[in-house]
């Protein structure tokens, strides 16, 4: 068994050296020294192949110390080096490996390699001349001395390569798009325009190199030659929608707006035009048309095409109904998303801008549906469990509300802001269901995880009022409140009323005052609180006067209806 593992090894080995490199080495050894040379490099090799880097790392480096000059150690000892991060080692060992055997390709490769990717290109490019010199007709070497060349600035020299591999070899496009970037590089557009040209006289019948050339001669400011290209290039290829998409922006740049759309149409009626391309296009259209109406038809005109033909693909009806929301047709928008998902019901996004349009349209049935078919693809995320409760709110249906709400609160508690708004939304549908003590925490949570939301101090506030409950809490939070927002009629009312049943009414009726002064007479809550704030403070009939008006609002209860009657609170 030794021996064939012995026989295995050399084999491996061979793939990368010979045995000449092996032993190759400015150091005179004795036989035993030699010997234990051999052995050590082998035992690195075996630990090298089962993957034990670090004790191949070991013995290779016992082998150096045997013979610093030992070539084939130096350079598996470089390359284990430059794999754990020692890059200035690794280089010095592969340098070394080089100047002791020049005429080892693999360690100049592995060196040019090193040199390139420290950013050493200079360095790499003189490895590959070197490599070139030995090698003359090995193309791969000349075109990566080029880049060497290129990426170190030195754009004369990799140049000179180009045009030497040209003489050589053959015209090719990889060398002809590399000459013609340098050429720009050095801001020399007419020397690109001719090196271009030379690559469609080799290869007339590539169209690319067409546009390529159009686009030189529009870069050039040579218009004349670039349509004359473009129409060479639509003749060529009188159905390729990435030409007419050329000439789309050929004409866009000079401001024709006409022959501009015109080829965008004609691109986006040619079925080889894929839709991911014609999304894009459609994305500018929304990102430009919403500052200026006029592009807002041909951007429906084009979304229309896209559906006529893809119109089994989701996208073309998303997009409808993304440029249909923002025009606020919200009917046509929901019908446009409903066709995307009966395509492709797994779209997230989608789902997610259909229940804002439920909820916009206020069809809270809807919403309720919606979310419930979300939640059955989507298990796992909070957003639809909370619309699906809003949509239970807006109809009263709380306990359903309660339920979606404690379902998804353990999927959102890693978003705060998500948590946030369940807990308010918990602390809001359990004070309608008059569970006071889960609505306090609730909201003590909440209030826990931001103590400046506004939406909840105000709530909590208000509802501690209509109970007669914490009023010292209450009075703090509702203080806050229009302390961050003095003209907030919502803010004044809820202040107002914790100062009322405080027994504070002149107080109160300030703050009412101000709430009526900052919109809140449209509001017959807060109408009917001042009537009632003037009833405490003795002012009958002014407080008859605001709950009459407070009927007239829509304001509607049992007791509003008695204080009208009977002309009293009591």
Sequence with gaps: MRKALYIGLIFLLGACSSSKNLESSQTKLTEDQQLELKAEFLRANKEKILGNNEAALRLFRRCLFLDPNHAASLYEAGRLEYYIGHSIVAINHLEQAVEIDPQNKWYKLELADMYANSGQFKKAANVYQKLS?????????????????????????????????????????????????????????????????????????????????????????DEKMAIETFKRLEKQNPNNPYVQLSLSEYYSDLQDSKQSYDYLKKAFLNPELDIDTKIRYLLKYYAVSGADPSLQGQAQELNQIVIETHPDDPKSYAMMGDFLYREKKLEEARVSYEKALELDQNRYAIWNQLILIDSELEDFPKVIEDSRKAIDLFPNQPLFYYFKSIGHIQLKEYPDAIENLNTGLPMAILNKDMAIQFHSSLGDCYHFVKNYEMSDQNYDVALELDGDNFYVLNNYSYFLSLRKEKLDQAFKMAKKCVSADPNSA????????????????????????????????????ILEHYGDTQFRLGNLEKAKEYWVKAKDKGQSSEELDKKISTGSIE
Excluded: R
């Design 133 to 221: 010199e030995q090698y003359p007709y090995n193309l791969e070497w000349k075109h990566q001395m080029a880049l060497m060349h290129m990426a170190s600035g030195q754009l004369k020299d990799a140049m000179e390569v180009y045009d030497q591999i040209e003489e050589m070899f053959v015209v090719s496009e990889e060398v002809s798009i590399q000459k013609q970037k340098i050429y720009l590089e050095q801001n020399d557009t007419k020397a690109a325009i001719a090196e271009m040209e030379k690559l469609i006289s080799t290869f007339p019948g590539e169209s690319k190199y067409l546009a390529i050339l159009a686009e030189l001669y529009k870069k050039n400011g």
């Design 490 to 525: 919502t803010y004044l009312d809820t202040f107002a009323w914790v100062l009322y049943q405080q027994g504070k009414y002149d107080q109160a009726a300030e703050n009412l005052e101000k709430a009526l002064q900052s919109g809140g007479e449209f509001s017959g809550e």
